[in-house]
């Protein structure tokens, strides 16, 4: 676990009071249940409500609800370092059966140092079946003092029993401009870039880490580039895949970077392409390359390369040779 982000009910209950009060309500009353799902569409600020929600029941001197932030378990909780609080993430696609049944066995022992256990699982809708199914089993006989938050921007993937079993706690949607603009003051970015780093990594300090690396800002002119060949000069895709764009998108992770962006400009680029009054939202000051890429492009083959782009983050996903998953896509892009 990372450190924890301090939100407070006060900051929460601007922008989503009735998730504040409800929250708010269960601690003063004592009847915290043992399982909620926070669902909705950023997934940072649901992770930053459950960790609040988890360090205000942690808190040795709370303010009413609102955690003091100095006691040892505040304390602990800020530098990662509170025992009886765990986060689990996906490995890779997805979140697998050994991940959930290891928490399990975590949670099994009673709490290292007290009576309360709180757990939150990010991208909850990525559970296996496996792991889903291991995880319902713990929520039919949770023990005393067990919480888990369940986090993800698609609720409707998680299995129906689960829904069932956890209280629906639905957020409303986030200002993403607010935090466009809080990125392009902290890192003097332009607004284009901010919010395509919103769109591509998952937290927003990753987001903001990647505004400062000039590395990203190369991967933006590279998608362009690549959409250029693909638009003007397809025969020379795998040209261009050896000589550029997998000089820069050197690994794994990289790569899938990458990907995301095309998927990204991808999808502009269908919006686009069906809706006449349509305005791209990312890759903003390319609109004669919107135009040029969906001239003579039927939307069956805008669709046919988004899915060629997710099966070649699946390959990624699966362990395939990076060289070998972006030169397969090549092949699929100028076939399709």
């Known amino acids: ?26 601690i ?7 399982a909620y799902i926070f ?8 992770i930053e409500t459950a960790q609040l929600f988890a360090k205000s029941l942690f808190c040795e001197s709370p303010d009413g609800v609102e955690p003091c932030g100095n006691c040892r378990n505040c304390r602990r909780m800020d530098s990662g370092n509170l025992v009886d609080y765990m986060e689990v993430e996906p490995d890779g696609a997805s979140i697998k059966k050994e991940q959930v049944q290891q928490l399990l066995s975590d949670l099994s022992l009673r709490g290292a140092e007290g009576d309360r256990q709180v757990y939150v699982i990010h991208q909850a809708h990525k559970m296996t079946p496996q792991a889903a199914n291991s995880l319902l089993k713990f929520f039919e006989e949770p023990g005393v003092g067990k919480l888990a938050i369940l986090v993800t921007t698609q609720p409707q993937l998680l299995l129906p029993t689960i829904r069932s079993r956890a ?18 003051a902290d890192v003097q970015c332009t607004s284009d870039l901010a919010r395509l780093a919103l769109e591509t990594y998952p937290k927003f300090e990753d987001a903001r880490e990647a505004l400062h690396n000039d590395w990203f800002v190369q991967a933006y002119g590279l998608v362009v580039q690549l959409v250029e060949v693909l638009t003007k000069r397809p025969q020379e895709l795998l040209l261009f895949a050896q000589e ?9 992770n990289e790569l899938r970077v990458g990907l995301e962006l095309f998927g990204n400009w991808l999808e502009q680029a269908l919006h686009f392409k069906v809706r006449t009054d349509y305005v791209p939202e990312l890759f903003t000051k390319e609109q004669a390359l919107y135009t040029a ?21 699946r390959r990624l996903e699966a362990n395939v040779n990076p060289q070998l998953t972006f030169e397969r896509l090549t092949f699929d892009l100028q076939k399709g």
């Open 293 to 313: 890429f969906v001239k003579n492009r039927p939307v069956h083959k805008i669709v046919h390369a988004i899915e060629s782009v997710h099966e070649a983050i």
């Open 39 to 46: 669902s909705g569409d950023y997934e940072p600020y649901l």
């Open 28 to 34: 003063v009353a004592q009847k915290v249940g043992h």
């Open 1 to 26: 676990m990372g450190t924890v982000t301090n939100m407070s009910f006060q900051e929460l209950s601007k922008s989503q009071t009735v998730i504040a009060k409800v929250i708010e309500n269960s």
């Open 167 to 184: 209280q629906h706690l639905v957020f409303r949607p986030i200002d993403r401009e607010r935090l466009v603009e809080t990125l392009v």
């Open 244 to 252: 550029k764009w997998l000089g820069h998108f050197k690994g794994r």
